[in-house]
């Protein structure tokens, strides 16, 4: 009888361990005189301890492999059944570890901390006050918030934007601005006749305003038989040879034609409109030598027109001066002084050959 007792105190447990709703059994080491509500909170700390006992444990074997890991030695993990470890749930000498408000589960590390040992930080989501988000905004360009503007049809609102310019290039903006809003509305394909139009004159009268200060350029020199106008000549072979002159006799008459771009052409009090050129010619021999050179009178290259000049040429003649048979280096320098203080230069140079007059012998 007393060998059976423990027998059948087992078999007793055991079917009370299986039975449905046995966690509402109160465990062994409590008291009769213990209510409900008490066995409720022991049992809810019994699940707290086993959960912080599952995190410490794993968190402990996370570190243990980083460290294996990053060894300095380079010894490989062990791997099969020898590298498993026993599960066992350790005591913890401060209690339960207990979760902070707060807290999340993102890891972050600090400046030379140990990634085996990661730190649980909070994250901080702040959104930014209406000051903060306003002075984003003012970090545009005052010439986006405009464009933005003329988009919208605020025209006032983005003259407002283009006072933090100076008064030069608000002048030039204002005649950007506009057509490019409209060919951002559209398709240039669904531009109009008269919008083109409008287009052209602006970006024409932006041009005038920007070409007196692009570089003076002499775009075509050549010498001609015979000049008509613009584009409109016949010019010699290159390798053409002048006739020299002498004591007796001028020399071979020379058309040199000349294109010119970028001129100014500024209005007058009197509706014309005004360019000033300085001219000059330079001959020079192989060795760079001058031997001779021709100024053209300021009222010559004073040009008064009833419309502004875009496209310009002119015709220098001269005569060949009476110099010896050679292969000269002709240059052309041609100032632009329309506004003094924008004074601009630009040069060409040509070949210029030379041959004595028959029966004569070459000048010495």
Known sequence: MTRKLPWGFLLWFTHLTILPGC????????????SPETICIHEQKRVDTTKSHLISTADAREGHNQTVAKSPEGAA????????????????????????????GIIALEPGQDPATPKNVGVNIQVPPPQIAAQKKSEY????????????????????????????????????????????????DDLST???TV?????????????????LIVSRMCYCEEVRGYAWYRALPDNHTFLTGTESRIGELVQLYVELKNIASEPTKEGEFLTKLRCSL??????????????FDGNETTLRRSARLNDFYSR??????????GTYQLTLRIADETNPQKRRVAQKSLDFRVTPVANQPPLR
């Open 282 to 295: 330079e001959l020079v021999d192989s060795t760079g030598k001058q031997v001779w050179s021709k100024s």
């Open 23 to 34: 966690q509402h059994i109160p465990y062994f080491g409590s008291t009769a005189e213990e």
């Open 77 to 104: 993990q062990q791997t099969g059944p020898s590298s498993i470890q026993p599960f066992r749930l350790a005591p913890e000498a401060d209690g339960p570890k207990k979760r902070h408000d707060g807290v999340t």
């Open 199 to 215: 287009l052209i004159g602006q970006y024409q009268a932006t041009i005038d305003d920007l070409r007196p200060r692009s570089e």
């Open 316 to 325: 220098y003649g001269f005569y060949v001066p009476a110099v010896p048979a």
């Open 141 to 188: 360009e005052p010439i986006v918030m405009a464009l933005q503007r003329m988009l919208e049809g605020r025209h006032q609102d983005a003259i407002k934007f283009l006072s933090a310019y100076d008064n030069d290039k608000q002048e030039l903006l204002l005649r950007l601005l506009p057509p490019l809003a409209t060919i951002v509305k559209k398709r240039v």
């Open 194 to 196: 008269q919008e083109v």
